[in-house]
Nanobody, 125 residues
């Protein structure tokens, strides 16, 4: 139901834009999130956007560098990543808040379902 794309190899300092496309149903009343998992590490919160698109939240390590947005008409969520660092290397996953019309943004993995399959971002230093 969720398909992430846009990953690839980029040099440190560069930019990349990830997209998450929904199919089979609309997620217009669900907040959406991006998470990432680096090799040997736990999956961590990256960013979230409210169902209305009016609120966003970011993990400390990506604040001021990453921007999450959504296009409800196209049923897509994007993650613009700038000033990439080697430590941003990970598989990036998009996911939908399991609750609809929820107040507040969630950063815990258990609050999200379903999940996309992930897209690999590799930042070379």
């Amino acid at each position: 139901q969720l398909q992430a794309s846009g990953g690839g190899l980029v040099q440190a300092g560069g930019s990349l834009r990830l997209s998450c496309a929904a199919s089979g149903r609309t997620f217009s009343t669900n907040a959406m999130g991006w998470f990432r998992q680096a090799p040997g590490k736990d999956r961590e919160f990256v960013a979230a956007i409210s169902w209305s698109g009016g609120s966003t939240a970011y993990g400390d390590s990506v604040k001021a560098r990453f921007t999450i947005s959504r296009d409800k008409a196209k049923n897509t969520v994007s993650l613009e990543m700038n000033s990439l660092k080697a430590e941003d290397t990970a598989v990036y996953y998009c996911a939908a808040d399991r609750a609809r019309l929820r107040m507040g943004l969630q950063s815990k993995l258990k609050e999200y379902n379903p999940w996309g399959q992930g897209t690999l971002v590799t930042v070379s230093s």
